[in-house]
């Protein structure tokens, strides 16, 4: 085990530093949730608060409350920050802990899930980002969205290259990784299409929104703006299934790294024809007519 990997798993300062961040997102997702409609949205969609409203066409909004829970960064969050207190958790408490925190899968996942958000924050969505006036009372949100969408990325990416344990990810587990993605669009999908506000988290879940951008002014094509929804939802799950395959190679990467190349690199059915191969080069070379003698005249001062 790496000097790294042991410290992780063993300083209880560390370990405080990990429930503290964790806890932290946690109370960040609560504040959005329960503290949108009284703090945030005056100031999105009141005329008087910065002389302009940040978005001044926009008269109905349901973002606030539960709703926040069907963002994916949010989700994401959560999902991090729970693994984070685990972690800590695990240095102080029982091994149920540490069946969390340890397990690869878990790891995996959360590291995937995590830096799709980054990802898709820094290359897209950055150079649209506006600030709220650091002078009002929303400046904890510009923190919180640089939280969610930077330092937490950064950090459990970071995290993932000191595995903390010697376990690793089988390539049939790699479909795993597709469940949540799967619910998540599906979740939204319906919440949207049935909901009596269609809202949706994001503009290309929503067809009758793409064929906006797509459509060049014509009337909603259903089936074209469906089909191109598809498109790109098959796309993004082609991203989350290439990464998960990624993340396994690079799980095993650091692994050996950080423990030591051993036998557990190879399956048990390599293993036991390795067993095989050297039983079978240790016969072949006592049937040798000089080993053989060799071993005859030992085997006879035994016998003495």
Not at 100 to 129: D, H, K, R
Not at 131 to 150: A, E, R
Request: charged share 15%; hydrophobic share 50%; proline share 5%.
């Amino acid at each position: 085990m790496s000097k790294a990997v042991k410290f992780l798993k063993e300083n209880k300062i560390m370990a405080v530093g990990f429930i503290v961040l964790g806890s932290l997102g946690i109370l960040f997702v609560l504040h959005q949730i329960f503290a949108y409609n009284a703090l945030i949205r005056p100031y999105l969609y009141d005329a008087t608060a910065f002389g302009v409203p940040f978005y001044p066409n926009m008269t109905t909004n349901y973002v606030s409350g539960p709703n926040m829970l069907m963002y994916f960064t949010i989700l994401s969050n959560i999902f991090a920050s729970i693994y984070l207190i685990m972690i800590g958790a695990a240095v102080f408490a029982a091994d149920k802990f540490k069946k969390v925190a340890y397990n690869p899968i878990l790891s995996g996942m959360v590291t995937e899930y995590i830096f799709i958000t980054g990802l898709v924050y820094c290359a897209v969505l950055l150079p649209f980002v506006q600030s709220y006036p650091w002078n009002t009372g929303l400046w904890l949100n510009n923190l919180i969205n640089y939280f969610q969408h930077i330092i937490m990325p950064v950090g459990m990416t970071v995290l993932f290259f000191f595995p903390l344990s010697d376990e690793k990810i089988e390539l049939k587990q790699c479909p795993l990784f597709m469940v949540f993605p799967l619910c998540y669009l599906f979740v939204s999908e319906m919440r949207g299409c049935l909901a009596s506000d269609h809202w949706f988290p994001y503009p290309f879940l929503n067809a009758n929104q793409l064929w906006k951008y797509v459509g060049g002014g014509k009337p909603f094509d259903a089936a074209k703006g469906y089909t191109f929804m598809i498109f790109i939802c098959l796309a993004l799950l082609g991203v989350f299934i290439g990464l998960s395959y990624a993340i396994r190679a690079l799980r095993k990467v650091m692994v050996k790294k950080a423990y030591g190349a051993s036998d557990a690199d190879e399956s048990p059915a390599e293993n036991k024809q390795t067993v095989e191969i050297a039983g079978d080069e240790v016969q072949s070379e006592i049937a040798k007519p000089d080993n053989l003698e060799t071993a005859q005249k030992v085997a006879a001062d035994k016998d003495e």
